[in-house]
């Protein structure tokens, strides 16, 4: 007979196997993101318990607004590119979406019978909807928004 430790342990090792259990949580990506080789900023508001609310700022365009949500494993798996989406991506309305990505590595896609590869040295990527080389290498500068998009997040 097993004493009650024993038991225990073996019933989280069956939990965390069976997959019913996440092994981490996202986390929390408000704050703001810069284009690594530009002056375009992404400003990302928590809206919930785990969608945002969204800005896009280009340099001389209005601010854009768009939301924000968690892709579902269905999204994840069933990924336009043929290859899965990471944990932890959240999918933009009309404009793609934010990765975590390993800084220093090697972002491959194959898309159309071609291969695409380029090297990322930031920590997220952000991957347009429906263009395979459209992808940009997104540095997070600050867990804190700029006043400017407080502002116009408190209009909504």
């Keep these: 007979m097993q004493d009650k430790g024993g038991i225990f342990k073996t019933l989280v090792l069956i939990t965390l ?6 092994l981490f949580a996202c986390p929390d990506m408000q704050g ?3 284009v690594e080789e530009g002056e375009t900023q992404l400003y990302l508001q928590k809206d919930g318990a785990e969608n945002y609310k969204v800005l896009l700022d280009i340099p001389t365009y209005p601010l ?3 939301t924000a949500s968690p892709i579902t494993d269905k999204d994840r798996k069933e990924s336009f590119y043929q290859m899965p989406l990471p944990d932890c991506t959240l999918h933009i309305e009309r ?3 934010l990765m975590p990505f390993t800084k220093g590595t090697i972002y491959h896609l194959h898309f159309d019978s071609q291969d695409y590869e380029k090297a990322i040295n930031t920590d997220y990527v952000l991957r347009y909807n429906n263009t395979p080389r459209g992808i940009a290498a997104m540095s997070r500068t600050s867990n804190s928004l700029p006043d400017k998009a407080i502002a116009e997040f408190n209009k909504k």
């Design 17 to 22: 196997l069976s997959g019913s259990t996440p």
């Design 32 to 34: 703001t993101y810069k």
């Design 64 to 66: 854009m607004a768009k």
């Design 95 to 97: 404009l793609g979406y």
